[in-house]
């Protein structure tokens, strides 16, 4: 087989959609907008991303995949109502807003995190986000969507810079098969689905 997990040029079409918007948007080169990276998903969770195989009887499909969020997590270098004040932008809550909402979403473990708070934004910086899903696969809606609606909640999702972002920020996204090109039945890598990860800051180590 050509591969068994997506083809790198998905990761590929993502930087290159990054890229181009560096100059529109005036970023620098070494950074990226979040919402740029969010941008480059908006077809995949439409159509599927496509991914060659080679079958062991020497045919090629085409493999389409779907991506849904699996987890987000967010620390700032910075609390992000300083990150808002320094660009000029009103949105945004301050680090106890944040963190009690929060508190009122996750799990035990990721709450007593953050009730140890100095330990907490010492070590990682300051938790903007932290979200796994937990629903089905089939139940998800597309990574795009997701994100938009997580933006109603949390704007700086389509606001912060991979520079304003801690090492200790990742998304992991979760590719489910959806169809092939030629139509295959019974192989089944074909119906294997995929959790990829990927860090967002450049920003280097705190």
């Given at each position: 087989?050509?591969?068994?997990?997506?083809?790198?040029?998905?990761?590929?079409?993502?930087?290159?959609?990054?890229?181009?918007?560096?100059?529109?948007?005036?970023?620098?080169?070494?950074?990226?907008?979040?919402?740029?990276?969010?941008?480059?998903?908006?077809?995949?969770?439409?159509?599927?991303?496509?991914?060659?195989?080679?079958l062991e009887?020497?045919?090629?499909?085409?493999?389409?995949?779907?991506?849904?969020?699996?987890?987000?997590?967010?620390?700032?270098?910075?609390?992000?109502?300083?990150?808002?004040?320094?660009?000029?932008?009103?949105?945004?809550?301050?680090?106890?807003?944040?963190?009690?909402?929060?508190?009122?979403?996750?799990?035990?473990?990721?709450?007593?995190?953050?009730?140890?708070?100095?330990?907490?934004?010492?070590?990682?910086?300051?938790?903007?986000?932290?979200?796994?899903?937990?629903?089905?696969?089939?139940?998800?809606?597309?990574?795009?969507?997701?994100?938009?609606?997580?933006?109603?909640?949390?704007?700086?999702?389509?606001?912060?810079k991979s520079?304003?972002?801690?090492?200790?920020?990742?998304?992991?996204?979760?590719?489910?098969?959806?169809?092939?090109?030629?139509?295959?039945?019974?192989?089944?890598?074909?119906?294997?689905?995929?959790?990829?990860?990927?860090?967002?800051?450049?920003?280097?180590?705190?």
């Amino acid at each position: 087989m050509v591969s068994i997990n997506p083809d790198s040029k998905i990761k590929v079409g993502a930087l290159k959609s990054l890229e181009e918007g560096h100059e529109r948007e005036g970023v620098r080169g070494d950074c990226f907008l979040l919402s740029e990276l969010w941008k480059a998903y908006a077809t995949w969770s439409g159509f599927g991303a496509e991914s060659p195989f080679i079958l062991e009887n020497g045919n090629t499909v085409i493999q389409f995949y779907h991506p849904t969020l699996s987890a987000l997590q967010i620390y700032t270098t910075q609390p992000y109502a300083s990150l808002s004040d320094s660009e000029g932008s009103t949105a945004g809550s301050s680090d106890q807003e944040m963190e009690e909402g929060f508190e009122a979403t996750e799990d035990d473990a990721l709450t007593a995190q953050l009730e140890n708070g100095q330990q907490t934004r010492d070590h990682l910086g300051h938790l903007y986000l932290h979200y796994n899903e937990e629903s089905d696969p089939d139940k998800r809606p597309p990574f795009f969507v997701k994100i938009n609606e997580l933006a109603d909640t949390y704007p700086a999702l389509m606001t912060l810079k991979s520079t304003d972002l801690c090492p200790d920020s990742w998304v992991a996204v979760a590719w489910h098969p959806i169809y092939s090109i030629p139509e295959v039945r019974k192989v089944g890598e074909l119906r294997a689905s995929y959790v990829t990860y990927h860090m967002l800051s450049t920003s280097g180590s705190l």
